[in-house]
């Protein structure tokens, strides 16, 4: 079964080709890497899928329905979660309130947000910070923590929205190498136990090689390589332009 089918997807901005011809698929649970050096294409992709930027040519398929150039919103609602910048959160709010801001916008009850972000939907926060790891900080202010730990809780935001597909564009920027690792490792477990599939980005390659089931060379705007981790790791010609060995 497919989730998302990516057709043909082309860009450019003035004389720059941002993507050229890409095209994939992903499935349920499955964790596809997309990796490249910078400027290869890889934020154009993600924000064509997102509805963030609208291709030139070619088509968004989300479980059987075209998305293509649909606005942001519209395509969160069918189900394309993204993992939030830090500036997003709301540093005030504790850890709980974040993840519960999060249910009521999904359950549509926006009028409610802040007066009665206090007690409705904790438990289903709670749950949700448990599953991350953050349950011991619910009650803390988020701008307290350390970044390797909002990390988690933005991960418990994205899920709050119940997404069929996850859209993380370099999640693990800034982070240490141990903690970049666990967080990789987690989003792995809950994309398989929820059969969310996540389309991710990431500079780390043990990371990447770690945890993708597949993974997409960019160069230029154009795959050169795509195939399981060993497969990518054995290419001629991704050896030779990009891993450099
Ligand atoms: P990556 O995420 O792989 O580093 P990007 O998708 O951000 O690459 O960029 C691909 C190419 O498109 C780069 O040459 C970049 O300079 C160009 N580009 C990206 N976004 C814009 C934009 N909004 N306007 C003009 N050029 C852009
Ligand atoms: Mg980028």
């Known amino acids: 079964m497919t989730l998302l089918r990516v057709e043909g997807l082309s860009k450019r901005f003035g004389g720059v080709v941002a993507a050229r011809d890409v095209s994939f698929d992903l499935g349920p649970g499955e964790m596809l890497a997309i990796i490249g050096p910078n400027g290869a294409g890889k934020s154009t992709t993600f924000n064509m899928v997102g509805g963030q930027l609208r291709p030139d040519s070619g088509r968004v398929v989300l479980e059987g329905a075209e998305i293509t150039g649909r606005p942001p919103r519209a395509v969160c609602r069918l189900g394309v979660g993204r ?36 007690a409705l939907y904790r438990d289903g926060a709670l749950a ?27 991960l418990a935001v994205a899920l709050a929205a119940s997404p069929r597909l ?22 792995a477990s809950i994309a398989r136990e ?52």
Do not use: C, W
């Not at 009521?104 to 009665?116: N, S």
């Not at 370099?170 to 989003?187: D, H, I, S, V, Y």
């Not at 991710?200 to 399981?228: K, N, P, Q, S």
């Open 83 to 118: 993992t939030f910048q830090v500036a997003q959160t709301f540093l005030s709010m504790s850890v709980a309130q974040n993840v519960q801001m999060a249910l009521i916008a999904r359950a549509g009850r926006t009028r409610d947000l802040f007066a009665q972000a206090d």
């Open 194 to 245: 929820r059969s969310i599939g996540v389309l991710f980005t990431e500079h780390d390659m043990d990371a990447v090689f770690a945890h993708a089931d597949r993974i997409l060379v960019l160069v230029r705007g154009e795959i050169i390589a795509a195939g399981t981790p060993e497969e990518v790791r054995a290419d001629e010609q991704v050896k030779r332009v990009y891993l450099g060995t």
């Open 128 to 154: 949700l910070l448990d599953r991350v790891g953050m349950r011991s900080e619910a009650d803390r202010p988020i701008g307290e923590l350390a970044y390797g730990d909002v990390k988690r809780v933005e």
């Open 166 to 187: 996850l859209l993380m564009d370099e999640p693990t920027a800034g982070m240490a190498p141990r903690e970049r690792a666990g967080l990789m490792q987690l989003t």
